[in-house]
């Protein structure tokens, strides 16, 4: 259910592609006490951004997730910051995030919503 799009104006070398997935998945699977088998990351990278006026490393998380609390955003946020300093290069103060809870009834699955 926990989903998370990365995307970076950095290039990530295609052979660190997945360890920077697998990472990511560890982390989020840890910090939403959800089993990893049902955590979805994405990993668009490489492509044009400009934050603040310049074209610094930057990079724009989307964590989606159903039952997602108000409380749990900011130590989310300062996970995916320090993942984003750790694994994309990119500064902390070069990141947004957006957060979202979303309903049970609007996240499709196996054909189904869950």
Excluded: C
């Amino acid at each position: 259910m926990p989903m998370l799009m990365i995307r970076t104006n950095q290039a990530i070398a295609a052979d660190q592609r997945e360890a920077v997935l697998a990472e990511a998945s560890r982390r989020i699977a840890q910090a939403v006490g959800k089993p990893e088998k049902f955590v979805m990351v994405s990993l668009h990278d490489g492509i044009p951004m400009m934050f603040g006026g310049g074209t610094e490393p930057a990079a724009y998380m989307e964590f989606k997730n159903i039952g997602l609390q108000g409380d749990q955003t900011e130590g989310l946020s300062n996970l995916l910051a320090s993942f984003a300093e750790d694994w994309l290069n990119v500064g902390r103060e070069r990141l947004y995030v957006e957060f979202a809870d979303i309903p049970r009834g609007w996240w499709g699955f196996n054909g189904g919503t869950l």
